[in-house]
């Protein structure tokens, strides 16, 4: 007999329960075991390609990462300098993802109102539809049509504005998406709380769904933006590129650091001359990898900054 | 500050779905109103009516009148909103605000609508509207904190103190004290008996012994079958609806023979 006190004495009855309570099914141990090595392997599948980007990026690129590089541009930089940096094209990332999100967010957040709060009948049903068309676009069509419009506007131009409206098309509907469903999480409750203090609907909606939604919302447009930040094609096309700085959005051709990986890695092996120790062969490739951990870095520190803003908005529990 | 109010020939509709039918009543002023029967049968969508809660819903409408004071709530001219300053309401689940402390949550349907208030003048609103709910000896100490860090029953208190704070004529409470356990429901019951001298109150209630304990005049209703619209039975004195009551149907409901 076990320490523990038997209250009722064991009788037939009370061993048959124990059998039954005791028994073990063999076949769901092994069900359970199975499942469980597939969902561990599947997630050691899932971080493969994680960890080994992270690791190539960080080898590769931590050699000319540092401030000099952060720094300077690549005006008056060729063949094997050991020179030039990611300056321009980290400049143009920053004003033309800030652009693309100036127009995305608010043109996103009002029609997510609008679908949640006010839209019934055709007109939803129809933003909702154009709305899903629009996440499948493809960026280089976002590139080509935003091309084409300032084509047809002002004629052939290239700018930061022409690229951030390319990136828009893009994020536009991204932002809508995740706006709708942190607004349809809201509570209808707070509507009515609201409502039943006599405060009209468009401050219920300013002041108690949007502020209710407000991490969500963050979170949703941080996505939106690493959906875009990371785009090359439509900024090539609408943006073009250039080795010097160009703070003017609005005039100009600007460099992006996707398409400034893209260039320096497309430029390849630098042919140096025998005996020339100045000349470094690789700087093309080694440029395109530091480039792209300032890329991932910039993206890191957005998602930092994005949990730093739910953290601090969200709807406190604890007293 | 309390007023009457008399709802004349309502019928309530959700799209071409006649909810409730061709009530006609009075509710007195600074009396509790209780309204009580089954599920479904429009008590909830009626009290709604009374402010015009019910017209948040998309289709969802009203014929004939309700007068406050005379006044129709439903005239042409009639704000929805300022008919929900002077009619406020407490809900089936304590709905404070997550993003908002208690001081805050009080001051809400202040801050919300833009109002500025003086910071003394709203310690003073708060104090004064906690007090009237009862609650402010339990959170005096912590008014910057969550208001939805407290147990059900202050919230709901909490949720009450909200609804004074915008000093209505009318207090509208749709089964307040369901989602609570006893001793809360207690602080409630003896909350409404004492708010009842400043506010017209109408409380609907799945509990009988609730309606019989807090209220003056109790209005039974009823619907004759699935699909049917609600209709109201008889309103009368607590009393005697409780024990004497006219119609058969209200016998059988509240003696527990009902089907």
New interface residues.
């Given amino acids: 007999m076990p320490a523990t006190t038997t209250l009722a004495p064991v009788t037939e009855s009370s061993q048959e329960l124990r059998r039954a309570l005791t028994a073990v099914d063999p076949g769901r141990r092994r069900k359970d075991r199975a499942m469980r090595g597939v969902i561990y392997g599947a997630f050691a599948l899932a971080m493969i390609p994680l960890v080994s980007l992270v690791w190539s990026v960080l080898t590769n690129g931590l050699g000319r990462f540092d401030l000099y590089f952060l720094t300077h541009s690549m005006r008056n930089v060729f063949g094997g300098m050991d020179a030039g940096g990611v300056y321009h094209a980290l400049l143009g990332t920053v004003l033309i993802t800030l652009v693309t999100t100036l127009i995305s967010v608010p043109i996103g957040i009002l029609t997510a109102i609008y679908l949640v709060e006010y839209g019934?009948g055709p007109l939803a049903r129809a933003v909702t539809f154009f709305v899903d068309v629009m996440t499948g676009i493809p960026s280089i069509v976002a590139g080509l049509f935003a091309f084409a419009l300032f084509y047809l506007l002002v004629g052939p131009t290239r700018s930061g504005l022409v690229g951030s409206v390319a990136l828009a098309v893009l994020m536009i509907p991204v932002v809508i998406r995740s706006t709708e469903e942190m607004l349809r999480l809201v509570?209808h409750?707070?509507?009515?709380?609201?409502?039943?203090?006599?405060?009209?609907k468009w401050?219920?909606i300013v002041?108690?769904v949007l502020?209710?939604a407000v991490a969500g919302i963050t979170t949703g447009v941080m996505i939106a933006i690493a959906r875009v930040i990371g785009e090359t094609a439509p900024l090539i096309i609408t943006v073009g590129v250039t080795d010097s700085i160009n703070r003017n959005v609005f005039e100009g051709n600007m460099m992006t650091l996707p398409v400034y990986v893209y260039r320096q890695y497309a430029a390849g092996l630098v042919p140096c001359a025998p005996g020339d120790a100045s000349c470094i062969a690789t700087i093309n490739y080694d440029r395109a990898w530091s480039a792209a951990l300032v890329l991932i870095l910039v993206v890191m520190l957005l998602n930092l900054v994005a949990r730093g803003v739910s953290r601090w908005?969200a709807?406190?529990?604890?007293? | 500050m309390a007023q009457r109010i008399d709802a004349k020939d309502l019928n309530i509709y959700y799209g071409s779905f006649l909810a409730v039918s061709d009530v006609t009543m009075s509710i007195d002023p600074q009396s509790v109103t209780a309204l009580i029967g089954p599920s479904g049968c429009g008590k909830s969508t009626f009290l709604r009516s009374l402010n015009r809660m019910h017209e948040v819903i998309p289709g969802a409408r009203v014929e004939g009148t309700v007068a406050m004071d005379g006044v129709d709530l439903y005239g042409a001219d009639v704000d929805p909103v300022a008919v929900r300053r002077q009619v406020g309401m407490v809900f089936q689940r304590p709905n404070p605000f997550p993003t908002m402390s208690i001081a805050e949550n009080v001051l809400a349907g202040v801050r919300l609508n833009n109002k500025r208030i003086s910071k003394g003048d709203a310690q003073d609103l708060v104090e004064q509207s906690l007090r009237h709910a009862n609650l402010w000896n339990e959170v005096k100490d912590r008014l910057a904190k969550p208001g939805s860090g407290l147990s059900g029953g202050q919230q709901q208190r909490l949720c009450i103190a909200r609804a004074i704070a915008v000093k209505p004529q009318v207090l509208l409470m749709d089964e307040p004290c369901s989602a609570l356990d006893p001793i809360s429901t207690l602080a409630i019951e003896d909350l409404i008996a004492q708010l009842k001298s400043e506010y017209t109150i109408v409380i609907v209630t799945h509990n009988m012994q609730q309606a019989a304990r807090v209220s003056d005049r109790t209005g039974f209703f009823n619907l004759a079958g699935v699909g049917q619209p609600g209709r109201l039975v008889e309103i009368d004195a607590t009393s005697t609806i409780f024990s004497s009551p006219t119609q058969q149907a209200t016998e059988d409901y509240i003696s527990g023979r009902f089907g």
């Fill in positions: 019934q509570p409750e707070l509507r009515e709380a609201s409502y039943a203090l006599g405060v009209p401050l219920t002041k108690v502020r209710t908005f709807p406190k529990t604890r007293a």
